[in-house]
């Protein structure tokens, strides 16, 4: 890895990212495949932060451009997630350890769900060093789950949906984005880290609790991401 850390931030909303681009120095920006990337630094850090948009495919291509045209060297994604562990409350903090495609299912033919083909996993792995850094910038500045999140094109929104995923998967929380960037770092060889907080309990009222905690999850969520470029962004 190269000695100076330029590192990309991924959100898919603008809630999710607008309070790290207000604290961004030495600002440039560029739109590229309809996405709004800015560089500049964060704690005198060199970074480049985008709003990748919802879903998968989008949080993929963001990931690439990233790396291929903003030569990156490691993503930290951040934004909201839904709760399906007991016990976790929104406000929480979730600090993925593995991703997994929980939509992602090829069993017709052997495989188990959530098997990736391309790769041949089912789980992938966030970076340990800076999952280990966003733990300890974190401290005691919010309640924080280390575990799995489960990654869809859905928004789940149906308690009996929500258990199935955590069961099958051992996931703590859903999101739609995270374990697409962690493929694409993956094949590129990127270290990954990801942080999240809970905005609703992907249950029956998931709907309304997301239009009412959302934008306060997403600034707790960029609170943790700010305070990792305070103490430990390298």
């Known amino acids: 890895m ?3 850390i330029k590192t990309g931030i991924i959100g898919a909303m603008d809630v999710e ?4 681009a207000s604290n961004m120095q030495d600002v ?6 309809g996405i709004p990337f800015s560089t500049g630094t964060l704690s005198g850090k060199p970074v480049v932060l985008a709003r990748c948009g919802i879903g998968k495919v989008n949080a993929a291509i963001c990931a690439q451009i990233m790396i291929s045209t903003f030569g990156v060297n490691e993503i930290i994604n951040t934004g909201v997630a839904g709760g399906i562990i007991k016990g976790i409350r929104r406000n929480d903090i979730v600090i993925a350890e593995r991703f997994v495609q929980h939509d992602v299912d090829t069993s017709a033919i052997g495989d188990q769900v959530g098997f990736v083909s391309t790769v041949n996993k089912v789980y992938f792995e966030t970076d340990s060093g ?9 401290g005691n500045k919010a309640h924080t789950v280390l575990g799995t999140v489960a990654t869809g094109d859905q928004f789940i929104a149906d308690k009996k949906t929500g258990k199935k995923i955590h069961e099958r998967f051992g996931a703590s929380a ?6 697409a960037i962690a493929q694409v770092c993956l094949l590129a060889g990127v270290p990954f ?3 999240r907080c809970i905005s609703d309990s992907a249950d029956e009222k998931a709907h309304m609790d997301y239009s009412e905690f959302a934008a306060k999850a ?3 969520c960029a609170a943790m991401v700010m305070e990792y470029f305070k103490y ?3």
Do not use: P, Q, W
Not at 174 to 179: A, K, L, P, Q
């Open 17 to 20: 990212v607008e309070n790290i």
């Open 193 to 195: 880290g990801a942080v």
């Open 232 to 234: 430990f962004g390298r």
């Open 130 to 138: 800076i999952t280990s850094s966003l733990k300890a910038a974190i």
């Open 28 to 33: 440039d920006h560029k739109l590229i495949s």
């Open 218 to 220: 997403a600034a707790t």
């Open 174 to 179: 859903c999101d739609m984005e995270g374990c």
């Open 2 to 4: 190269a000695d100076t």
